[in-house]
C-alpha cells in the first residue's frame, strides 16, 4: 500500500469536519492520522507531531514556524496517556477540540459594559483614580465593529436593582458583618465591607448606577451597535454583584452567554470596554475558564486605577490571554 499523502489543512479550513464525531468526520481524521504516521506503526511521534505542526501552521500567505520546545509542549499535553507517542484515540480527541480551534475558528467580539453611567455619569471611569475617559475607546470599537467581520458580537449591561449590594447608598440596608473593617456609619466610594447577610461576603462599593430601566444604564449613543447582537444584563440579583458577563460574583448563577456562544461555534473571544481592571478582567479570566481564546484589546479599554490595570493584564498574561492593539485585529 503507498504511502497517505501529506494532507493540506488548508482545505479543512471552516468546514464542520472537526464539529461531531460522525463516520464521515471520524474518516477524515483517521486519513489524516494515517499520512503523518510515516514508519507505519500506528503511533505520531514526536517528529511526525513536529511535521504536522509546520504543515498545521503554514497557508499560501504564511508560515507560523513554532520551536521544538513548543511543538513538545504541545505534544505531551495531547498525549494523555504519558507513553511518549499519540495514539489514534489521542489523535482523534486533538482533532475534535485543538485542530477545530486552529482550522475552524469563530470570533466574537465582547464588548463590556459601554454605558451612560460608567462613561459620563454617576461612575464615569475618567473620575477614577486612571483618569481614563470612556469617549476615547468608542472610536476604536466602533471601527473594529466597522472593519473586523465578528462571527457574533456581544454587549454586555449592568442591570442593577435599585436595592443592589453594591451601592454605597445602600450599605445600611445590610447587616454589617464583626469582621468588616469599615463600618456602615464611616463607608465610602471604593470602600470594601463585609456583609452578614444573607451569607458573609466582601463588596467593594460604588455610587449608584446603571440602575435597571434608567438612563445611566442605556448603551452609550455614540457606539455602533450592530443588528443581531447578543445582550447580556449581569447584576440582577440585589445581594450579589456581578462583574463578569459569564457568572456572579460569587459562581452562583451564570448568564446565558456560554450557551449564546457555543450555539455559535464561538472559540476565540476578544474583550474591550470598562473597566480593564474590574469588569473587562473578570470576563476574560472566565472566558479563559470556559476554555474560549481570549484576547484582550488594550487600546479599546479603559480602567479604574493605574495599578490595577498592570495587575490585569499580569493576570490575564499569566492565564494565557493574548493582549493586543486594535490595529493588530484583523
Known sequence: MGEAQTPSFER????????????????????????????????LNDQEFHALCGELLSNSKKTYNLTTEQTDSIFRLLDTNKDGKLDFSEFKTAWFYWLRQVLDCKSALIVVDMQNDFIDGSLAVRHCPAHEDGTDIIPTINHLLDAVSFDAVVYTADWHPANHCSFVDNVKLREIHDTSKIKADSAQVMDTVVFASPEKFEQ?????????????AELHPDLK??????????????DVDSYSAFWDNMKKSATPLVSELAKRHITDVYICGIATDVCVEFTSLDAIEHGFRTVLIEDACCGVSEEGIQGTKTKLKKAGAVLVQSAEVS
Open 12 to 43: 479543512y479550513r471552516k468546514t464542520e469536519v472537526f464539529r461531531k464525531p460522525t463516520a464521515e468526520n471520524v474518516r477524515e481524521c483517521e486519513l489524516c492520522f494515517r499520512a503523518f504516521d510515516k514508519d507505519g506503526d500506528g503511533f
Open 225 to 238: 451597535v450592530v443588528d443581531d447582537h447578543i445582550l447580556i444584563r449581569k447584576g440582577l440579583d440585589p
Open 204 to 216: 467593594k462599593l460604588w455610587p449608584t448606577h446603571c440602575v435597571q430601566d434608567s438612563k445611566g
